[in-house]
């Protein structure tokens, strides 16, 4: 705006000075509707002119711009309305009419919007190449400024060095400096030639004072000075006028096809997360298969499938046994195997000397620490031979309750030694490892031990081993066999000699670099070390810090031992070893496998555990046999505590196996180490006795069993455990009771006796009638009553019997329900010593 259009033109001038400085107010507008008045001055600008001259007039303000052509409204044609048409059809013909024009006028409109928006782009566009031409030429012409600069510098400082001094000397060589331009920043011409204009007449600083102040010009003149537009700015100005062009509403973006990974159950809503699609969608989608479902409603994995499918997606499934590790058909590729040394296990039947044998071969003494001198757990051992050759040796117990250990030495070992006494010959558990052998497939050994003695007689033994099917050498046959001494140390080399000579022959390998896999072969409770487990290892290297899992408990390896009694830092194919660092005592037989990280163990544990939970409460199917005889079944309770898995398994095993048709035995818990509180209080309510195998109570649980009064059963030998438990049961069922009959008889006739009773007239048919024996009435073969005879008559006389063939008078106990046809049958009750 010009300084004429900002002065008021006025009709009469007032005397006085010239004013410089108008004031005046602008009003400033707030959100929420607030205002305020600010009080600003208008000051004029004062032409800075040289001495002598004449102040430039002021430049006549440019022109206003002229205003934009009014854009004509092109109006389509009226139509001429048809002859003959009807107010309906009238008022039709003028909705259509109006709906083109509006049609047509919204067309024209968006064709105008889209001139004047490329328009806009265009000015911007060239807006912005002015300003980078701008910048360009600047810094081009500042740079050449400031070579200039250096080069008459460096020219003077060359002519000073030339000239000679007054004494006629040349003066020494000016030192040379390398000449550094100072930095200008970039700006335009056009603001460098605005700058002196904007000077106040106050000085220099005139206008840095004033610059914080609004004035009527920065208020009318709000886009002087302001800075150019950012790049961001303008991208967005860009997006918005495309969005307009293209009707307001973003191009649909590509359906993206996900992997959706669906378990065997899972929630509506859950599945359309992992679809990335909306719940809503989903449950019409059911809908139309005719589910009426919620989104927090759970679907089975077929359903989920079918809607994965329909919105396009691709389907992965997954099952809860999946967490599970399975190695059983992970085979080690060839080049990896490694020999590895045998393992044997030692069978027999007990007091064959089994023990004994492997002491020889140990070089040890095991037998004495046993109770009763009687193998109770299986031992694991490793022997170096002479010829610096290793055999890892099984001892397995070789009692009848133990089936389970023998079965589990048999399925881990390649070789299997069986110990026969030459004096004693083939014995049930002898028969059952040869069984055991043949069902795990590998190859038999036979020992014949004890050939010291004079009674022995190997050549016996070999033939009573043909009715099993096991032919040895000697008779023709392929299974090896040895007449050794434990005692003296006869034929132990030559054993070990066919022991070696078989495993060449099997090729034992395993493949050493790679994760564990192991068989645990024994498990216990130790007080100072916590849940030991004996493993054999099946293939791979365990190491100390390896995390694992073994059945339904996981843990990380603190500490391996071997047979020794010495701790090892790793231990190799076929290697017994004992690990510590389990989370619980792990049930005998598990399988034992190194996993990647603790993570990794506790899910695959608790997996399992959760499926033990559900075998375990799981209902056994009822039969209308088990219904109806439940009530007549006695139950003995007990509680088991033993020092190892396997012995728990055993104990557990013959206690079922006492039970019958009239007594059960009923296992409360049965658990390893030492009894506590728990089980004594378990057992006090439940009125059980509590049986330790070779476990005692700890301090706590000696008070409570003093106090309550449970009863203890201790035992360090099984069958000395089975032999009280046996008479336990027979003692609770008491004696047999056998009915003996011992005469029939028809009834011919009832008279009266006395005022209530009946006499009933009799005719023995069979046997004898004797007074005061036990008797039941029939009639038509249902028995009516059972009582016992109050008294026995012949004519008139009190008789003790009548025999068969004469009549008799009889009156019955409790009961008058007599009748002529009857039968009466008399028997006698024997008690007779009961047996399981």
């Known amino acids: 705006m010009s300084e004429d259009n900002e002065t008021p033109k006025r009709t009469r001038k007032p005397l006085g000075l010239k004013r410089s400085v108008d004031a005046g107010e602008v009003k400033q507008t707030f959100s929420h509707g607030r205002t305020n008045k600010v009080a600003v001055e208008v000051k004029r600008r004062r032409k800075l002119v040289k001495p002598g001259e004449e102040p430039a007039a002021a430049p006549p303000s440019p022109p206003p711009p002229p205003p934009p052509p009014p854009v004509e409204e092109k109006k389509a044609p009226a139509k001429k309305a048809p002859a003959g048409e009807t107010p ?54 500042a740079e050449e400024e400031a070579k200039a600069a250096v080069e008459a510098e460096a020219n003077a400082a060359e002519a000073a060095a030339n000239a000679p001094a007054d004494d006629g000397t040349p003066a020494p060589a000016a030192r040379k400096f390398t000449p550094v331009a100072r930095p200008e920043p970039k700006r335009p011409e056009k603001k460098r030639e605005e700058k002196p ?99 927090n409603q759970t679907i089975d994995q077929d359903t989920a499938e079918l809607l994965v499918e329909q919105f396009g997606h691709n389907i992965q499934k997954v099952s809860e046994s999946d967490v599970d590790i399975d190695t059983s058909e992970e085979q080690d590729p060839e080049e990896t195997l490694q020999p590895r040394p045998p393992v044997v296990a030692v069978m027999g039947h007990v007091d064959h000397g089994k023990t004994s044998l492997l002491d020889a071969l140990r070089k040890t003494n095991v037998t004495k620490g046993e109770a009763g001198g009687i193998t109770q757990h299986i031992g694991a051992y490793q022997v170096t031979t002479k010829d610096k050759s290793k055999l890892t040796f099984l001892d397995t117990p070789g009692h009848a309750a133990f089936t389970e250990m023998r079965a589990r030495g048999a399925n881990v070992t390649d070789i299997v030694v069986l110990v026969v006494a030459a004096d004693d010959g083939i014995m049930p558990q002898t028969i059952e490892a040869i069984s055991h052998a043949k069902a795990a497939g ?113 843990g990380r390896v603190r500490a391996l031992v071997d047979d020794q009694g010495k701790q090892v830092k790793e231990a190799g194919p076929s290697m017994p070893v004992e690990v510590l660092g389990l989370g619980g005592v792990p049930s005998a037989g598990d399988v034992l496998t190194v996993v990647e990280n603790e993570a990794r163990a506790r899910e695959v544990a608790a997996y399992r555990q959760e499926k033990a ?224």
């Not at 050549?459 to 040895?472: A, D, F, G, N, P």
């Open 88 to 141: 309906q059809e009238k008022v039709k013909r003028m909705q259509r009419e109006a709906e083109e024009e509006r049609l047509r006028l919204a067309e024209e409109a968006r064709k105008r919007e889209e001139e004047q928006a490329k328009k806009a782009a265009e000015d911007e566009k060239k807006r912005a190449e002015d300003n980078r031409k701008a910048e360009e030429e600047a810094a081009k012409r």
């Open 197 to 295: 204009k904007r000077g106040a007449s106050s000085g220099g600083g005139g206008d840095k004072r004033r610059s914080g102040k609004l004035t009527v010009n920065k208020a009318l003149n709000e886009d002087e000075g302001r800075r150019a537009r950012s790049l961001a700015a303008l991208k967005r100005a860009r997006e918005k006028e495309r969005r307009a062009q293209g009707g307001g509403s973003s191009a649909p973006r590509e359906k993206q096809v996900r992997d959706v990974v669906v378990p065997e159950a899972i929630t509506v809503q859950e599945l359309a997360k992992r679809m990335g699609e909306k719940g809503a969608d989903l449950v019409k989608e059911l809908f139309n298969l005719d589910m009426m479902v919620t989104v």
């Open 442 to 554: 590998v190859p038999l050994i036979v020992a014949i031990n004890k050939c010291d003695k004079p009674e022995a007689n190997p050549q016996k033994v070999r033939e009573r081993l043909l009715e099993h099917e096991v032919i040895v050498e000697e008779m023709s046959g392929d299974v090896l066999d040895v007449e050794v001494s434990a005692k003296t140390g006869k034929g132990i080399d030559e054993l070990i000699e066919k022991i070696n000579l078989q495993a060449e022959l099997l090729e034992l390998k395993a493949r050493p670099d790679r994760d564990a896999e192991a068989t645990v072969i024994e498990a216990q409770l130790d007080k100072g070390r916590g849940p030991v487990a004996t493993v054999l290892i099946n293939r791979g290297t365990l190491k100390r810090g390896d995390t694992f899992v073994v059945g339904t408990e996981s």
């Open 613 to 836: 939970t559900e075998k375990r409460t799981a209902l056994a199917p009822t039969s209308f046999d088990t219904m109806f005889n439940k009530s007549n079944v006695i139950e003995w309770p007990v509680v088991v505590k033993a020092d190892v898995q396997g012995s728990v398994e055993a104990i557990t095993t013959a206690l079922h196996n006492l039970s019958n048709d009239d007594i059960k035995v009923r296992v409360l818990h049965a658990g390893v180490g030492a009894i506590t509180e728990s089980d004594v209080t378990l057992a006090n309510a439940s009125k059980a006795p509590i049986i330790g195998f070779n476990v005692r109570p700890n301090a706590k649980a000696r008070d409570l069993v003093k106090r309550d009064g449970v009863r203890m059963m201790y035992h360090d030998v099984i069958y000395h455990l089975t032999d009280e438990i046996t008479k336990e049961l027979l003692g609770e069922l008491g004696p047999l009771k056998v009915e003996n009959v011992v005469g029939r008889a028809e009834v011919k006739e009832v008279f009266k006796s006395g005022k209530k009773d009946k006499a009933a007239g009799l005719l023995v048919e069979e046997g004898v009638i004797r007074k005061g024996l036990h008797a039941r009435l029939t009639r038509d073969d249902v028995i009516v009553s059972a009582t016992t005879i109050a008294s026995l008559r012949r004519f008139k006389d009190d008789v003790d019997e009548v025999r068969s063939g004469l009549e008799c008078g009889v009156v019955l106990e409790d009961t008058n329900d007599i009748k002529p046809g009857d039968q009466l049958e008399v028997f006698e009750v024997t008690e007779e010593e009961r047996t399981l």
